[in-house]
């Protein structure tokens, strides 16, 4: 018999490996994993989670579950694969920078640029599809926001994805 924990480890994984987009879906998938759980645990599960819906770049919606690990450092493929998907506007305002997502998306970027520590990031606050970065009075606003530009893919500094 799988133990509560043990199930919500195998929904996390599973919602990390791939995009599901439902909870008959999830079920499917725990159950090829060898286990069987009823749309009201699963929906119960999700909640223990913290799992929300976002907008993948397909256009679906799909589960995901944020991240609390402040210790664990996201490497800079994965930031860039974050920002890449998931930016479509970078603006300045000293000494704030500007993201805008799909709706639902904010946070997950705000999430992988807090693990990421880059240089001239003193943190982030996230909406819905907007969130500031508050860059470091030395780096400055305009320079972080070329950087994140650079590892989003948008031409230039307040370039819209196209």
Request: hydrophobic share 40%; charged share 25%.
């Amino acid at each position: 018999m799988t133990t509560k924990v043990q199930r919500q480890q195998s929904i996390t994984r599973l919602i990390s490996e791939r995009d599901v987009t439902s909870q008959p879906q999830l079920m499917r998938l725990l159950k090829k994993s060898g286990i069987a759980a009823t749309q009201a645990t699963v929906s119960r599960d999700l909640e223990d989670l913290g799992a929300v819906k976002v907008r993948t770049a397909k256009g679906e919606t799909a589960y995901a579950i944020p991240e609390f690990e402040p210790e664990r450092i996201a490497p800079l493929e994965q930031l860039r694969r974050v920002l890449s998907e998931w930016v479509a506007d970078i603006q300045v305002s000293h000494p704030l920078v500007i993201v805008r997502t799909p709706p639902g998306c904010a946070h997950v970027v705000a999430s992988a640029l807090d693990r990421s520590r880059i240089e001239g990031l003193v943190g982030t606050v996230a909406g819905d599809d907007t969130m500031f970065c508050v860059a470091s009075e030395k780096f400055g606003a305009k320079k972080l926001a070329a950087h994140l530009s650079k590892l989003a893919g948008l031409q230039a500094t307040g370039a819209t994805k196209k």
